[in-house]
């Protein structure tokens, strides 16, 4: 067992302890200590960047002031590295928690002077070091466990032996963990001559307490990664390591994202060591006053593809279900824009039975575009996205029989 392990975070330390009883859960233990490690250190390279790019935009976030024309350069450029945004980060795996490892590391290079935790860009890059060699046979070895060939009994012992020996100069070379301690402040407390804040520290097997003078000004019920070697200073971990309650149960713990479980991102599936945490992600944020969605918001700007809107304009014709010959009748047209973007100069045309004697008021949008087919047109200068348009037509059928009216035809010129 490495010397260090007891200052690790107790989401990596915790498994790696069972995992030196080398019992019937060894495999496994080795198995979760890396898994846990790897994602650690990937969510503390995203939060570092998330802070970096968030630290440019403070002036308009807190409303104080206009970002340097320097600064904007950065912002954009974040927002545009191609290796981060294919990676996605919709659901998880191994693979692509060293990607993001890799990839953020480099980037964080760029960016030496913002970097909060700059053993990670010294340590990870380049990522063709004696460090990610022996990531990379871990990884390699773990996917022969899903994938591959079976160990057998025989054998089995002198491979896990093999790879603690891998799992451990890993963790060795990882040592600057020690300098850093994921924790929470919970409360305030007064005494007579002071006031501190108390929480606690997610390091070894479990928690340790934590009390630092008031006037550090931690933020309440937020996990922090604390430098306490630079006159205490932290980032925000979340929305990638979350302090929340396991399913079923009333007590939390400290737990790193998995996946998305619903396409729009509200329910999100995170993993500890002592269970699941499905988190809803509103719902959080209303009780633990976390605001996980605007973290979510800007991670998604730097890692994720923009969503490339299209117009969705569809047309409708509602149609009685009777009806009288001779007499006066009336259809609806719809035009829903929902799910869409704003469109400008939206032209629709309908045409009906010649049967049909269209009756228009003076002020209909609609106008007779082509008497020989009895075709009718509206034309719009634009609709906004989200908005839907009612339009009533009344008519005179001249004959009884039955007739088809065919759905509007669109087309339209999208908007700059």
């Excluded at 570092?48 to 002031?65: A, F, H, K, Q």
């Amino acid at each position: 067992m490495i010397k260090q392990i007891q200052n690790y975070p107790s989401i990596i330390a915790r498994p790696y302890i069972r995992a030196s009883k080398k019992d019937a859960q060894w495999k496994d233990n080795q198995r979760y200590t890396f898994e846990s490690l790897i994602t650690v250190l990937a969510s503390y390279a995203v939060s570092d960047l998330l802070n970096v790019y968030m630290t440019l935009r403070e002036p308009v976030e807190s409303g104080e002031g206009d970002i340097s024309e320097e600064d904007l350069e950065i912002i954009e450029s974040l927002k545009n590295i191609e290796n981060l945004k294919s990676i996605g980060l919709e659901q998880m795996s191994l693979g692509k928690w060293c990607a993001v490892l890799r990839e953020t590391t480099k980037v964080l290079k760029d960016y030496q002077d913002k970097s909060f935790i700059p053993e990670l860009y010294k340590n990870f890059q380049p990522p063709s070091n004696k460090l990610w060699d022996d990531i990379n046979s871990l990884v390699k070895q773990r996917n022969d466990d899903a994938h591959g060939v079976p160990i057998s009994d025989s054998e089995l012992k002198k491979v896990l032996t093999s790879r603690q020996e891998i799992l451990d100069r890993i963790l060795e070379q990882c040592s600057f963990l020690e300098n850093y301690t994921i924790s929470i402040f919970e409360k305030l407390v007064l005494k007579s001559n002071s006031q501190q804040v108390s929480g606690k520290s997610f390091v070894n097997d479990g928690q340790e307490s934590i009390i630092v003078p008031a006037d550090l000004e931690p933020p309440l019920g937020e996990i922090l990664l604390v430098n306490h070697n630079k006159k205490f200073t932290f980032i925000k971990l979340r929305p990638l390591i979350v302090y929340a309650p396991v399913n079923g149960q009333d007590s939390r713990q400290l737990s790193l994202y998995s996946k998305q479980l619903d396409k729009e991102g509200n329910q999100i599936h995170y993993l500890g060591v002592d269970g699941a945490v499905d988190v809803d992600v509103k719902l959080f944020d209303k009780k633990y006053n976390q605001s996980l969605g605007q973290r979510w918001k800007h991670i998604h700007e730097i890692y994720s593809e923009e969503d490339v809107q299209i117009p969705n304009l569809n047309g409708n014709i509602n149609v009685p279900s009777s009806i009288e010959v001779n007499e006066e009748n009336s259809l609806k047209v719809v035009l829903d824009n929902k799910n869409s973007i704003d469109v400008n100069n939206v032209n629709c045309l309908i045409t009906f039975p010649k049967t049909f004697e269209i009756l228009l008021e003076d002020d209909s949008s609609f106008k007779l575009k082509d008497e020989s087919s009895n075709t009718y047109a509206i034309n719009l200068e634009s609709l906004d996205s989200n908005i839907i348009k009612n339009y009533e037509i009344k008519f005179s059928a001249k004959e009884q029989g039955s007739v088809r009216i065919s759905s509007p035809f669109i087309f339209l010129v999208l908007s700059n």
